[in-house]
């Protein structure tokens, strides 16, 4: 048993193409086709033109629906490009409805025109729309609608969502369903959203997913968007193909464009590489003047832009001048400036909600530690719908005294947001407090950065679980440490 995926992935070596004829039969095409002896006849001959060039064909269904005569066109061409040419059948429904009536529209989809591969709407739900037609056909893979082409899509499919978009959310919780058999509608129009959602597959640990990117021709798709789409994605061209006076030559001329472009193609980092460069390039983490850390291959790029202080000058800018020289023989996290940079933060905050969610913690409210991790902490508050407080670090300074902003409850269980721990002691002297004070548990602490095996230490002989994204070993391999 093959699926259409495998199919296509077949096609693609056999072919070198990832091109696919999209069959929308508008005022022209009909017209056209009187001078082959009608329409299905015409679309035939669309497909024998192109045939050398393309690995599927994709006809939407809404312009065969208005009669009978028009729906039995689709299902013959579908066979036709199977049985004559060995081409993958793409049938583009984008259903989506209640999981009884998707069920329904399945089994009709594919009983009348015996699909590879299926478009859906998932936004109804991905069990309940994208299960039923997977369920029908252990051989059929589906394209679930993630960032589409038209310009309307931003509306509702750039909206955050729990710290990622809205086409994000969706595609990560589709393809979790089964991911070899379901991929992602993904526009040409931008190639921004691919990226992100090839940075977001590596940071999971999915294997790449199959991308159907329409919007090329008429809608102006740029071909900058095959430099992310990797090698799963197709490319699908209409009009483009069905309204050009040679198809053929056409078809041969999109399949060598798209395979020139596919060799500029760009590797996609995983969402904390992606945060972490964006980190140094925007200057919040800072190499000091020190020979060493100087060299290191990332600290290079956007030089400008990064602050460069000598250990004097660095104490003067961050703090009291408590901190020490050996401070500086690394690197320094300036995440307070983060504010400046909305989508940084928003990254940010998704990767501690992410840790704090594979500790498989039950909490019931979440402190920030200020300053560094006040807007983190607030963020994932509000990601995770969870109630939040700020440990003051400046106490009885205002009228009330408080320890705290916000509220706890006696008996609770809380956790902590820090942003980096060099020892732990300044949080685990608010930890202290606010087992002594509130009467509350406090077992985990979650951090982004942990600069020495001391604080991890420290932490555990109070009882305390740190959690963190990067140690400075792994810092320092992601950054990529030039050797001498």
């Known amino acids: 048993m093959i699926t259409g995926f495998q199919k296509l992935e077949k096609l693609f070596k056999e072919k070198s193409s990832r091109l696919c004829l999209g069959l929308d039969p508008g005022k022209e095409e009909v017209e056209a086709s009187k001078a082959h002896g009608g329409l299905e006849n015409y679309l035939k001959h669309l497909i024998d033109e192109c045939a050398e060039y393309i690995v599927a ?32 059948r793409i049938l583009d429904v984008k259903r989506g409805d209640i999981a009884n009536t998707q069920s329904h529209w399945a089994r009709a989809d594919l009983n009348n025109f015996n699909p590879d591969i299926v478009v859906v709407n998932a936004y109804m739900g991905g069990v309940d729309v994208v299960m039923p037609y997977l369920n029908e056909d252990p051989k059929l893979c589906v394209y679930v609608l993630t960032a589409t082409s038209n310009p309307g899509a931003r509306d509702f499919q750039d909206l955050l969502c729990g710290g990622l978009t809205n086409y994000q959310q ?3 919780h589709c393809r979790k369903l089964d991911p070899a058999r379901i991929g992602y509608v993904m526009g040409s129009t ?12 590596r940071e999971v640990g999915l294997t790449q997913g199959h991308a159907l990117c329409p919007g090329f021709g008429t809608q102006g798709g740029s071909l900058e968007h095959v430099k992310y789409a990797g090698v799963n994605a197709l490319y699908p061209i209409s009009s483009g193909l069905s309204k050009s006076k040679n198809p053929r030559e056409v078809a041969k001329k999109w399949r060598d464009d798209i395979n020139a472009a596919f ?5 996609t980092p995983t969402l904390k590489e992606y945060v972490v460069s964006q980190l140094v390039e925007k200057g919040l983490i800072i190499a000091p003047n020190h020979d060493d850390v100087a060299r290191w291959p990332l600290l290079k790029r956007g030089r400008d832009k990064i602050k460069k202080f000598d250990v004097d000058s ?11 020289k050996e401070d500086f023989t690394d690197l320094f996290m300036n995440f307070r400036d ?25 909490f019931d409210r979440l402190g920030s530690v200020a300053y560094g ?34 509220e706890i409850k006696k008996g609770e269980t809380v956790i902590l ?33 942990k600069r020495t095996e001391e604080a991890e230490a420290n932490y555990a002989r109070e009882g305390i679980k740190l959690h963190y994204v990067f140690d400075m070993a792994q810092l320092r391999k992601m950054i990529g440490k030039e050797s001498k």
């Open 57 to 88: 064909i994709k006809p939407q269904l809404a312009f065969y629906e208005a009669s009978p005569e028009w729906r039995k066109i689709a299902m013959n061409v579908m066979d036709y490009a199977n049985e004559k040419h060995d081409l993958v």
């Open 170 to 172: 969706m595609a990560l």
């Open 190 to 201: 931008k190639p921004d959203a691919i990226k992100n959602i090839r940075m977001l597959e």
């Open 263 to 267: 060799k500029t193609a760009i590797p």
């Open 314 to 324: 660095l104490r003067a800018y961050l703090t009291d001048g408590t901190l020490t």
């Open 338 to 362: 983060m504010l400046a940079h909305p989508e940084l933060r928003r990254l940010f905050a998704f990767l501690y909600m992410e840790m704090i969610k594979a500790s498989g913690i039950h």
């Open 373 to 406: 991790a006040i807007n983190t902490g607030d963020l994932v508050s509000y990601f995770m719908d969870k109630p939040a407080f700020l440990l003051r670090k400046e106490r009885g300074a205002e009228a009330t005294h408080a320890d705290i902003l916000g």
């Open 417 to 449: 947001v820090e942003d980096v721990a060099t020892t732990g002691n300044s949080a685990i002297r608010d930890i202290k407090m606010l087992r002594e004070t509130f009467g509350v548990k406090v077992t985990d602490v979650f951090i982004f950065i």
